[in-house]
């Protein structure tokens, strides 16, 4: 069976940093054709990918947030750790983690997030 | 950055009636090979997105057949054929082409 399940602080005060954890089984990120993703949805919101991780660790991350993220795997443990610096009220929501798989269609990869882990809401007050 | 933008946001349907969902992007998410960059996700009430289709118009596994993706380059469509009351939910598209990964704004489905 194939889960994910983040972890972290619930409350952060504004300016910290935050340090979520993705802890997964049932797959290696060292596997090729495989990679990890934060996404996140503010209370009542819609989605909003964050950053990605691939198995060789390639790393993509939104031109928005940039400069506030880091996204690290720790292939031993089955962990992908996402860090924001600045945090902010905005920044109040529900994280997700989520597997990026590759699948070949006609000799062409494509990608999917097809497992997500139950996510993790963190609130941004002081 | 590519903008995806959903209609309708809010969706009532009658237990086995039809519902379609349109998603459109602001550049084209069909390549040379042919396949489009698309994909459906479902949100269910308290739960994590679940993928429903992909590449436009794949169905991933186990999703029911009552679902379906169609369209191509920038307007798509999410079509159930009978709505049952488990599809209750809000369901985004997401363009996959590029990153960053952009989803719509979500269609919120509800049973009347």
């Known amino acids: 069976q194939i889960t994910l399940k983040e972890s972290g602080p619930t409350l952060v005060k504004p300016t910290q940093t935050l340090t979520l954890t993705c802890t997964f089984s049932?797959?290696?990120?060292?596997?090729?054709?495989?990679?990890v993703s934060w996404i996140r949805q503010p209370p009542g919101k819609a989605l909003e990918w964050l950053a990605l991780?691939?198995?060789?660790?390639?790393?993509r991350y939104s031109p928005s947030l940039k400069n506030r993220l880091t996204i690290t795997k720790d292939t031993s443990k089955n962990q992908v750790v996402l860090t924001m610096t600045n945090m902010d009220p905005v920044d109040t929501a529900t994280y997700y983690c989520?597997?990026?798989?590759?699948?070949?269609?006609?000799?062409?990869?494509?990608?999917?997030?097809?497992?997500w882990g139950r996510g993790s809401l963190v609130t941004v007050s002081s | 950055e590519i903008v995806m933008t959903q209609s309708p946001l809010s969706l009532p349907v009658t237990p086995g009636e039809p519902a379609s969902i349109s998603c459109r992007s602001s550049?084209?998410?069909?390549?040379?090979?042919?396949?489009?960059?698309l994909d459906w996700y479902l949100q269910r009430p308290g739960q994590s997105p679940q993928l429903l289709v992909y590449?436009?118009?794949n169905r991933a596994s186990g999703v029911p057949d009552r679902f379906s993706g169609s369209g191509s380059g920038t307007d798509f469509t999410l079509k159930i054929s009978r709505v049952e009351t488990e599809d209750v939910g809000i369901y985004y598209c997401?363009?996959?082409?590029?990153?960053?990964?952009?989803f719509g704004q979500g269609t919120k489905l509800e049973i009347e």
């Open positions: 989520a597997r990026r798989r590759a699948i070949t269609v006609s000799s062409t990869a494509y990608w999917f997030f097809d497992l």
């Open positions: 049932g797959f290696s990120l060292s596997t090729s054709g495989v990679g």
């Open positions: 991780i691939y198995w060789d660790d390639d790393k």
């Open positions: 550049q084209s998410l069909l390549l040379s090979n042919g396949y489009n960059y």
């Open positions: 590449l436009g118009s």
């Open positions: 997401m363009q996959a082409l590029q990153v960053p990964y952009i």
